[in-house]
């Protein structure tokens, strides 16, 4: 059993009931939890591997509610609790594979107050193989940036392997300070989870495209920042008009998956997904093709499924893959 230890915020979400309808508002609305690192974590604890989730919560009913739900998903919670609050969010769902709208309510909540001491760090670390972080975390506070330089570099010198999705988000920080952060901690990163827009907006770079070749902007990205900072193992989603798929760099190798086109009903949490079953696959001793192949299904399929935390079992994930598959030139 693989020990994975996610270190990030939970937080407390909000739809609209009628997703689509922006004009007038919306009266009622979905609440679920949600978060990043917990969401990827939550698809690996329901494939057998042993979680343990890093936050802080506030000491109310919302807080216990937050150490209940990765309870029911399998996870560990390793949490603080204080006089704060929880963050919130509230997101519009996009259709046919457009960005989600969502609106952050998280200053001055549990998590981003929470500084954790290095005698801490060292204790939560052991027995830990593996730890998986974001570009969301640094981005919220000093504390929260703090925490994770020392988690990686306590991390480096036990041999844990360090997971990292860039996961930029232009409203909590500036492309400056994210592209600072990355290149402090990609010299650092084992798995890392990225796109070519992202890398293009956060290291200002212009990847070629191809508009015959659906995966040759993504290749692009991939040997410019495997080359830059020797990452061996890049997984990459890939978006194109209403098209979905998945590129694996991997010994030195890239390797594609099959292309998707979905109804999207919700793809918040997509990409957590596809974090969390390439790494499964990994643990798994999968071969770098049906890595990417499992990932990418995964990865279409959670957008077809409301909520951030996505519960696949293999058989879904297969069939769907059997079903969904478009072949396109």
Known sequence: MTNILGYGELMLRHTPVDSYITTNGSKEFKTNFGGSESNSLCFLASKGHNCTFLSAFPKNDLGLKSIKFLENHNVKPKVMFDDNRLGLYYTIPGKNNKLSKIVYDRKDSSFSKYRISEDFINKILEDISYLIISGISPALSKICYDNIMKMVDISKKNDIKIIYDINY?????????????????????????????????????????????????????????????????????????????????????????????????????????????????????????????????????????????????????????????????
């Open 169 to 329: 988000r232009e409203n909590l920080w500036s492309l400056e300070d994210c592209k600072k952060f990355n290149l402090k901690i990609l010299k650092h990163v084992d798995f890392l989870f990225t796109n070519a827009n992202t890398l293009s907006k956060v290291f200002n770079h212009l990847f070629k495209v191809k508009n015959d070749e659906f995966f040759f902007q993504t290749k692009d990205a991939i040997n410019f920042i495997s080359q830059k900072f020797k990452i061996p193992y890049i997984g990459m989603t890939v978006r194109v008009n209403d098209m979905l798929g998945g590129a694996l760099f991997k010994d030195k190798s890239i390797y594609l998956s099959e292309l998707y086109k979905v109804n999207q009903i919700d793809r918040v949490g997509a990409g957590d997904v596809f974090l969390a079953a390439n790494m499964n696959c990994f643990f798994n001793n999968y071969d770098a093709q049906n890595i990417i192949s499992y990932a990418t299904s995964a990865f279409a399929l959670s957008h077809t499924k409301f909520g951030d935390v996505n519960i696949l079992n293999d058989d879904e994930i297969e069939d769907f893959k059997i079903n969904s598959i478009k072949n396109v030139n």
